[in-house]
């Protein structure tokens, strides 16, 4: 029998942006059913924590913070989605 690994609140996260393709609010990565499984409230956190280790872009708008794909990240998988 094969199992599909489950996807830790991190790796939705990433996968969320990534395939966004323009920069994701905040407020979208909390309580949400995305196609890879549920973000609960703590995703924003998360986030940032991706963001602090470079995973993901951060970007302040007023008072409202945006994520997006990291440069590096983008580089990586040979360009943009």
């Known amino acids: 029998m094969t199992y599909m690994k489950k996807l830790t609140q991190g790796e939705i996260v990433e996968l969320v942006v990534r395939h966004a393709g323009k920069p994701v609010p905040s407020w979208d990565l909390q309580k949400v059913q995305t196609y890879w499984g549920w973000l609960g409230t703590s995703a924003d956190r998360i986030a940032r924590k991706l963001a602090e280790n470079g ?12 994520y997006s794909c990291a440069e590096k990240q983008l580089e990586f998988l040979g ?3």
């Not at 995973?55 to 945006?66: H, I, P, S, T």
């Open 79 to 81: 360009g943009k989605l």
């Open 55 to 66: 995973r993901l872009d951060r970007e302040r708008r007023g008072k409202y913070v945006y």
